[in-house]
């Protein structure tokens, strides 16, 4: 089955600086890889996804990379801010079969 | 519309009990998909339902059951409790006809503790 890794599992970033999470995939037939944001005592909620016949995808601060090859997708948030602190889940779909998300990154921006 | 309501939001309850947890998902939504998140494990795939077939299931013990009533409404149930089964289960609901193929609607979570 799919086995998602993702890194690091904890991040600290000064306010206005960039963030990378990087996460990596097993399985080639994983077609669909959505980012999740869950702050602390709330539900997850999507905050970007891309397909595999796309190569990057943005939406104003963040963005995703794919690299299908190397089978590893990144998380980039520029412009950070207090508000981003939260934790991010990556996750992959191969096919029409349950989501796989990676274990998850604390993002702390520090103002 | 109304979000993904789960319920109770939270309990407690003794090693060797039994817990059933509900969920309502976004209407006209029919797959429910469950996850247990646990500090350090992230969000761990229980059980996919969709048109109330059970379409997968996670590699948990066979305490772990769940079902899906024909309004799409689901519930999961963990016999003779662990501390180990100590998480918050959360509930999603997608809009795809034919299970997850896109964004999971998260529910807030039942939250369970096992003393």
């Known amino acids: 089955g799919e086995n998602v890794e993702q890194h690091p599992s904890t991040l600290s970033v000064q306010e206005g600086d960039s963030a990378v999470i990087k996460c990596t995939y097993s399985d080639s037939a994983s077609n669909y890889f959505p980012w999740y944001k869950q702050e602390l005592g709330k539900r997850p909620q999507l905050i970007i996804d891309i397909r595999s016949n796309v190569g990057e995808k943005k939406d104003q601060r963040i963005a995703v990379t794919l690299n299908k090859t190397a089978k590893h997708f990144s998380l980039h948030i520029t412009e950070t801010q207090p508000e981003d602190s939260a934790v991010y889940f990556c996750?992959?779909?191969?096919?029409?079969?349950?989501?796989?998300f990676g274990k998850g990154t604390r993002l702390s921006v520090i103002a | 519309k109304a979000g993904v309501t789960q319920t109770p939001r939270y309990l407690i309850k003794t090693r060797g009990q039994q817990v059933t947890l509900s969920c309502s998902p976004i209407?006209?939504?029919?797959?429910v998909s469950w996850y247990q998140q646990t500090p350090g494990q992230g969000l761990q795939f229980l059980f996919e339902y969709f048109s109330e077939t059970q379409r997968n299931k996670g590699n948990f013990p066979g305490r772990f059951s769940g079902r899906q009533f024909s309004n799409s409404r689901s519930e999961m149930n963990v016999s003779t409790l662990e501390l180990g089964d100590s998480a918050l289960y959360l509930c999603a609901s997608s809009p795809g006809t034919s299970g997850v193929t896109g964004e999971l609607f998260f529910g807030e979570g039942s939250r369970l503790t096992v003393l």
């Open positions: 209407s006209g939504h029919r797959s």
């Open positions: 996750a992959a779909i191969p096919g029409n079969t349950p989501l796989v």
